[in-house]
């Protein structure tokens, strides 16, 4: 996989159940290829779904090497923390409206948003704005401050 001139899976698909775990693949794939572009690996999401599942970025990146997704699925199954299926659609869900943490954070994100649509203040999370970023389609969400 070449990230230099295609995009990762979105973080929305899913393998296994888990929402991301397709990007961390495409992306381990690009980094053992030297193709990862401007993409990074292991990343802070990749980073909590590692936390999440109780794997390391070096024994994930290990796995890839060599294996198709339901080879590396197969893996993951039997070394990853085992969780509950409620716990699992929360972290999914958890992952799928992260937003920024920090002042700094959320400055980064509003220069990267703006840049490619201003008027897209309904993207608060990062899964949203990594869709528009790689030109996928992000519905437009209600916004809850106007609301009434």
């Known amino acids: 996989m070449d990230l230099r001139v295609q995009f990762p899976r979105s973080v929305r698909e899913k393998i296994g159940g888990y929402v991301h775990l397709a990007r961390m693949i495409d992306k381990c794939r690009a980094s053992l290829a030297g193709t990862l572009?401007?993409?990074l690996y292991p990343c802070p999401l990749d980073n909590r779904l590692l936390d999440?599942?109780?794997?390391?970025a070096d024994q994930?990146?290990?796995?890839?090497e060599s294996r198709t997704d339901?080879?590396?699925?197969?893996w993951f199954r039997t070394v990853a923390t085992s969780r509950s299926p409620a716990d699992l659609e929360n972290w999914n869900e958890m992952m799928l409206?992260?937003?920024?943490?920090?002042?700094?954070?959320?400055?980064h994100f509003t220069k990267i948003r703006d840049g490619i649509d201003s008027t897209r203040?309904?993207?608060t999370g990062w899964a949203d704005l990594l869709d528009l970023e790689e030109q996928r389609f992000v519905p437009i969400r209600k916004n809850s401050a106007s609301s009434v």
């Open 52 to 56: 999440f599942t109780g794997l390391t």
């Open 97 to 107: 409206t992260l937003g920024p943490d920090s002042e700094d954070k959320r400055a």
């Open 60 to 64: 994930f990146i290990h796995a890839v």
């Open 70 to 74: 339901q080879d590396i699925l197969d």
């Open 121 to 123: 203040t309904d993207i």
């Open 37 to 39: 572009g401007d993409y």
